[in-house]
């Protein structure tokens, strides 16, 4: 018997190695090399709106950044904002604010108005390595422009690439086509080598994957160690709460100065938030359509007004920002309201906003509307109702529906 046995055991072993062969057989092909695991490359995103395109030719070689007015007397409505990736607010003179329009995934057949660059313009472009066009010069604008390399084209040096409509009046009246930006920018080979930008922080499918793996491993930390009160389960309990915390909801977001006087609402319909100007729909010129954002980002800092070379206050009040400086920050996004901080190592790099973990802010794929808020401009925003995802609403009601259907049955085998 115990020969018999031991035959047994070798056929045995004989078989399960014979079956890991052809398995690895299988799995390697005839040339042995291993094929089975192939990890899947990394999706390629348009690093400013957070959409995937299939690959990096799909991208545009830079981005463009138009200086529009947004001043109550005849700026607005402007043409073909609606084109724009991200748009910046800027605080100028008199209180008034100004428009920087970044351009990437698409262009429009023209821009317009176009007016004067202030020289803290100058560092969406070094942050977007973009090209740059205005109508005139702020002080110290020009002269940061040039220092600093950046492509441009400027109604004051290149004024027979610009025109006036007759339906608005100067100075709020100069446009330009994008054939003539894409000429002289051909000419000059602005287009003729790939930029690279760092992109935001989304809120993609892997992600909100991870998001939910964290809320049930929180969960079932505090199930688990939620009685106990040595001093690590507590600190990993508060830990998991804070993950479980409900987001802070707002239903909108107003800034507003004597010149200024903005409000963007959030549409529970769309996902996006509407913007307004004097409590009317801020529309786009070439369309009569409002425009609408996926997220709304606040960005303090601090103004003062700049000096002449004898020293004195700037007649105009012509603002000095230091946009490297940090400051207190807020996103409006999917109707929640993160709050944090905003950094920048230096110009060249992109202005980082992060939330009080310490974590950079996540986008959700779109457009981004960006106000430039100083001390001189209020800001505040009203509370909103949750906003839950239809994926999760489906499932909460087909949860209440079993849980009824539960309900009665075993109120059915109560009474029976």
Sequence with gaps: MKKQKSKLSALLIFAMAFVLA?????????GGEDTAVVEEPEPIINPITGFEVETEEDLPIRPVVVSIPNAPDGAVPQSNLSYADIIYEFPVEAELTRLQAVYYTQFPDKFGPIRSVRYYFVNVCREWKACHVGYGWGKKARGYMEDCGIPHINGMQDTDLFYRVSDKSAPNNAYIDWSSVQQR??????????????????????????????????????????ESNAEEDVKA?????????????????????????????????????????????????????????????????????????DGT????????????????????????????????????????????????????????????VDQKMDCSYEAGEPVVDEEEAVDEEVAEEEGGAEHEAGAEETTE
């Design 313 to 372: 206050l700037d007649h105009k009040g012509r603002l000095s920002i230091d946009m490297d400086e940090g400051g207190d920050a807020m996103i409006f996004t999917h109707g929640e309201v993160v709050k944090g901080k905003w950094t920048r190592k230096d110009m060249d790099h992109r202005t980082i906003f992060k939330d009080e973990d310490g974590e950079q802010f996540r986008l959700t794929p779109g457009t981004t509307w960006v106000y430039v």
């Design 185 to 226: 920018a051909d000419e000059e080979g602005w287009f003729a080598e790939r930029v690279k930008i760092k992109p935001f922080k989304f809120r993609d499918e892997k992600w909100k994957e991870e998001q939910e793996a964290a809320k049930i491993e929180a969960e079932g930390i505090i199930a688990e160690k939620g």
């Design 22 to 30: 052809m398995g690895t057989f299988a799995l390697t092909g005839c």
């Design 237 to 309: 309990v508060k830990k998991a709460e804070k993950v479980l915390k409900e987001p802070e909801w707002a239903s909108s977001v107003k800034v507003s100065s004597s010149g200024c006087n903005s409000e963007c609402v959030y549409n529970r319909e769309t996902g996006k938030y509407d913007r307004f100007w004097y409590g009317q729909p801020f529309v786009d010129k070439e369309t009569g359509e409002q425009l609408s954002f996926d997220n709304v980002i606040i960005q303090y800092v601090h103004s003062d007004i700049m000096t002449d070379t």
